[in-house]
């Protein structure tokens, strides 16, 4: 009976991550049990202050109340990301999973150490919200902004392009100093991973592709969103491996959208479009190309691609992904050229 209880509830917080209509009723018709039943399981979580609801009946809206909420300011000058993780956000974690508190340490420390190096600001913010089920942290800078300041410094026509090399991984704008690994791996490493910075919005969630998105607002500088379940069974060592050669440590492995190599309103038809999917491949030994959203592709498109950059680096294994009928086609066709 304990057990059962403590499934029902898990379920009723985790429906009750986003607003969510009519939980009770939900939960019954889910459990096999009286709606009068699931709401007594719905009460004594708002009793216990995990959940809020207002409304009544079939309008009664349910959600998660944050445990913990705290934020922080701090100058970018001279500031230390182990001094913010140390002494603000790891005493805030304590009691999570050894693996879930390693991916924290990790992507918190590599997001302000971004802000630090990169962003050219003077103030950081970073704001930090736990539920009963996850947490959240915000990360902010008041820079450049980081897609601006990569098309600036990596000579690129459009800051989207910034989006796709951030994609791809190992991409930084100081190589001396940096990896370009950051990024790539805390995108991977949580199960919500969101940039923004200007009207610009880039996303990664877990078991999803890689998305980017125009929006109405101006976000000055940079704000990083970091989420993740406090019971996830991911570690950093399993995101590692997932780019990694067999029996090799090293970052040898990505995975490309390849729609985002078109700008707004474009097709994927020129070899001006394909050499900007395939720079810096050569520093993969695999890169799957993801044509997820990809409905067809041009024959100069796909020529340059497989055939000319593949004859150029055959070191380079290309391995397409969710292509469709008409996206495979051109794809034979290059390489029946070969």
Sequence with gaps: MRKKTSEIRNFILRMCRNKARNVASETARHFG???????RHLQALEGDKLIISTGKG???????IPLVEKSWRFPLGGLREDIVWLENLAPLLTDLPENVRDMWHYG??????????HSEGTMLTVHFARTALDVEVWINDDGEGIFHRIQRLGNLYDPREAILELAKGKFTTDPANHSGEGIFFTSRAFDSFVIMSRTLYFSHKAEQDDWL????????????????????????????????APDEFTFSKTIVPVRLARHE????????QAKRL???FEKFKTVVLDFTGVEEIGQAFADEIFRVFASSHPEVELIPLHATSGVQQMIVRALAVR
Excluded: C, H
């Design 278 to 280: 395939v720079s810096r």
């Design 33 to 39: 049990i009286s709606k009068q039943a699931a709401s």
């Design 58 to 64: 079939n309008v009664k809206v349910s959600w998660l």
């Design 213 to 244: 998105i125009d929006d109405d607002k101006d976000i000055p500088g940079t704000r990083v969103f970091l989420k993740l379940d406090n019971d996830s069974q991911r570690t950093l060592n399993s995101v590692y491996s997932q780019f990694a």
């Design 265 to 272: 309103g474009e097709k994927l038809v020129s070899r001006s």
């Design 108 to 117: 918190v420390t590599e997001m302000v150490n971004n802000a630090i190096d």
